[in-house]
């Protein structure tokens, strides 16, 4: 079956240890897309790539990054993790950005920060 | 700046029953919308959608609303079943001048009881 895999579903890292969160597709869409879940809110983008093509959201921290070394990976890259940052990370993909299809998500990774 | 407002945490509803979540937007730039259902351990799936040139989107059991005028959309889930219990999320973009990012509600719980 076609999915979108997020690795690992649950993650613990220390205050400023950095940490990696892995996505990765088969449905060989354009688009991939991070979102951070806090508890009750609404998922928040924090960026996508469409192909190569790098797109921050404005308000997404420096502390943020993201790889896409091909079409099937995506990665989530928090550099030095504070308590705020624990949440839930799901990362989702569509065939294109126009908002035309519609995205499909990954089960999510919950981040705990120690 | 919440731009997509699901004012119902939670929603309980008898078996057989109708379920209406309702959700509110503000930007009028919003051209599409979405619902998405998210169980437990899941990643959110997508649901239904309406363009913002229909008033009215059926697939089943499942319809959506949308009144313009009053920036709302109300998901109808007739007849409701158990499996239905899940977190239901509203989305909204506006793909001619946001590049079809979506602005996600904060979700309604729904509890569908035998």
């Known amino acids: 079956d076609a999915m979108v895999i997020q690795n690992p579903r649950y993650q613990v890292t220390q205050f400023g240890k950095p940490v990696t969160l892995s996505c990765s597709q088969t449905?060989?869409?354009?688009?991939m897309y991070w979102y951070q879940q806090k508890s009750s809110q609404a998922p928040k983008l924090l960026f996508h790539?469409?192909?190569?093509?790098?797109?921050n959201e404005a308000d997404t921290p420096d502390n943020f990054q993201s790889r896409r070394p091909n079409t099937s990976f995506c990665f989530l890259d928090i550099r030095s993790p504070g308590l705020g940052d624990a949440a839930m990370y799901l990362c989702?993909?569509?065939?294109?950005?126009?908002?035309?299809?519609?995205?499909?998500f990954g089960p999510g990774t919950r981040l705990t920060v120690t | 700046d919440q731009q997509v407002k699901q004012n119902s945490p939670s929603l309980s509803v008898q078996e057989g029953r109708i379920s209406i979540l309702n959700c509110d937007y503000t930007?009028?730039?919003?051209?599409?919308f979405l619902w998405y259902k998210k169980y437990p351990a899941e990643g959110p799936t997508f649901l239904i959608s309406?363009?913002?040139?229909?008033d009215k989107n059926e697939d089943g059991r499942f319809t959506v609303f949308l009144n313009k005028s009053a920036k709302h959309l109300s998901l109808h889930i007739v007849p409701s079943q158990p499996g239905d219990s899940a977190v239901y999320f509203c989305?909204?973009?506006?793909?001619?001048?946001?590049?079809?990012?979506?602005?996600f509600g904060q979700g309604t719980e729904l509890s569908v009881k035998p």
């Open positions: 989702a993909t569509s065939r294109d950005p126009g908002g035309t299809y519609e995205q499909y």
């Open positions: 449905l060989n869409h354009n688009v």
């Open positions: 790539y469409y192909d190569k093509d790098f797109n």
């Open positions: 930007n009028s730039m919003f051209d599409y």
């Open positions: 309406i363009s913002s040139i229909k």
């Open positions: 989305a909204a973009s506006a793909r001619r001048n946001q590049g079809g990012k979506l602005i």
